[in-house]
């Protein structure tokens, strides 16, 4: 019966284990997509950047300038933004990894328990058969020096 009922329990936390470790996996999908998109920024910027300034060679217009460095702006704007999804996607999904973790201990805890109690009750029927075997042969030791006399 308290194996049954450990067993149950077990089984909700295995359950619940792998609720923990899917959004575990979510989590950690989000984070590396934010951090792609982070770098697909920055990569971005560089490029403009380098293709600015190779259509600055020419010579630039004072317009044109100032719309190059407001769109820098915007873009460090953007990349600045995306820098702080990147660590709040990375807390959260290192915070799912260790709510996924502790579950995992504790249904491992939960499975040993069990274990254990599983071979203290065949230690347990191993030491009640021997003492039945032990007072069997004690009872027919008895009878055969009975008859003896």
Sequence with gaps: MI??????????????????QAQFVAA????????????GL?????????????????????RQYSQFVNFIAKLDQAILQQGRAVHQARAAAEQRKQ????????????????????????????REEQKNADEYASQLYSRAQAVQL
């Design 28 to 39: 950690q999908q989000f984070y590396q997509q934010a951090e792609q998109k982070y770098q």
């Design 42 to 62: 920055a990569n971005y910027r560089t490029d403009y950047i380098r293709q600015s300034q190779q259509q600055g060679a020419a010579g630039l217009q004072s």
């Design 99 to 126: 709510s996924w973790l502790a579950m995992q201990k504790k249904r491992k805890a939960l499975e040993l328990l069990v274990q254990r109690g599983e071979q203290a009750e065949l230690l347990r029927q191993l």
């Design 3 to 20: 194996n049954h009922r450990f067993s149950m329990l077990i089984t909700i936390q295995q359950q619940r284990e792998e609720k923990l």
